[in-house]
């Protein structure tokens, strides 16, 4: 196991299988989530930890070697950490990473770096208490912070992601790269995407990475282009003399799409082969009703080999025939 390779139809590798264990949350970012009214899964409909653990030891038979996981906020579910001690132990996977708010976090530093996690992805889009209030509706700014140090000083790598948003922080992107200078942490700036659960998205966006360089640029004229690791999602950039690096991410304008080689597996086992795409297979149906892995491994590869180009064709082929707007909590970003 772990030497296959597994291929779309546009030639991709895909190798990253993103993991969503719960669509439930603790915090209610506005870019994410309502502020009210949301519904979550009833729990007979989020895949078990069973379910989980079958899909990812197939998936690594077929050449997935990175898992992510993600939510929602992976904490809210009960006993996260004997499913990730299970995921890090699966033949053929080689490096396992978590997205988290950091509300939860702090106490399982220890044991997060005890089992070797990959690295940590902290949603901060704010340095700023009272702003972070208004982002997340909630207000837990002083145990996000206490995750990021706790995490640092473990040295655990760090990549802090920041949405940004017109009229809500953009005085916090000086900040947020002042946190790079003596951190050895990547700062990652993620243009916001329509994923809030409300259908209110811009008609158009404001700060495109494009605006966002721009931006930054101004204010560090040394700002130095580094180099993206394969398959990344983000631009890297540096300061010289700074201990850590910066991301941007073009989400939305999605230019990223040409080497994607990633997948995820929502809450309740939706296989989607693209962010913006409403779920391309029932894959916790098909277990629930008795499939053998034989027959799972067919439908996936069927299902990688009907893969859109990018996310502009997802988009289009969506099912509901509706532009991409459910919330980022029930997709795992
Ligand atoms: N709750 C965890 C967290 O916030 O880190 C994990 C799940 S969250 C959905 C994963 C990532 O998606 C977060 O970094 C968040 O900032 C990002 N995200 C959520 N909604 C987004 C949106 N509308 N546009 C861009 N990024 C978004
Ligand atoms: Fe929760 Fe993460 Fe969505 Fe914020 S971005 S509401 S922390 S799932």
């Not at 605006?211 to 999602?233: A, E």
Request: glycine share 6%; hydrophobic share 35%.
């Amino acid at each position: 196991m772990g030497n296959a390779k597994l291929y779309d139809n546009h030639g991709r590798v895909i190798n990253y299988l993103r993991l969503a264990v719960t669509d439930r949350c603790n915090l209610r970012c506005f870019y994410c989530m309502p502020e009210q009214g949301i519904t979550y899964l009833p729990k007979k409909e989020l895949l078990t930890f069973e379910e989980i653990e079958r899909l990812v030891a197939l998936m690594a038979s077929m050449g997935i070697s990175k898992v992510r996981i993600t939510g929602g906020e992976p904490f809210v579910r009960t006993d996260l950490m004997k499913l990730i001690w299970k995921i890090v132990t699966t033949s053929g996977i080689q490096d396992v990473h978590l997205t988290t708010n950091g509300v939860l976090t702090a106490p399982y530093i220890d044991e997060l770096k005890a089992l070797s996690i990959a690295s940590v992805n902290l949603s901060l889009d704010t340095l700023d208490k009272k702003r972070f209030h208004e982002i997340t509706r909630r207000d837990e700014f002083d145990k996000v912070m206490k995750t990021f140090q706790n995490l640092i000083r473990h040295a655990i790598p760090v990549k802090i992601n920041a949405v940004v948003m017109d009229g809500k922080n953009i005085e916090d992107i000086l900040p947020l790269i002042d946190l790079t200078k003596n951190n050895p942490v990547s700062v990652r700036f993620i243009e916001e995407m329509p994923f809030n659960g409300a259908g209110n998205h811009y008609p158009q966006l404001q700060w495109t990475y494009k605006k966002i360089l721009d931006y930054i640029r101004l204010h560090h004229p040394t700002l130095q282009k580094i180099n993206d690791p394969d398959s990344s999602t983000a631009y890297h950039y540096a300061i010289p003399g700074y201990q850590g690096d910066i991301g941007i991410i073009a989400a939305f304008s999605r230019t990223f799409c040409g080497s994607c080689n990633r997948i995820r597996l929502t809450a309740k086992g939706m296989l989607k082969t693209c962010l913006y795409d409403d779920g391309v297979l029932n894959i916790r149906d098909l277990i629930r009703s008795g499939s053998s892995d034989e027959e799972i491994k067919d439908r996936l590869l069927q299902a990688f080999a009907q893969r859109p180009k990018d996310g502009f064709e997802a988009e289009s082929n969506r099912h509901n025939h509706q532009p991409a707007s459910e919330s980022m909590s029930t997709i795992g970003g």
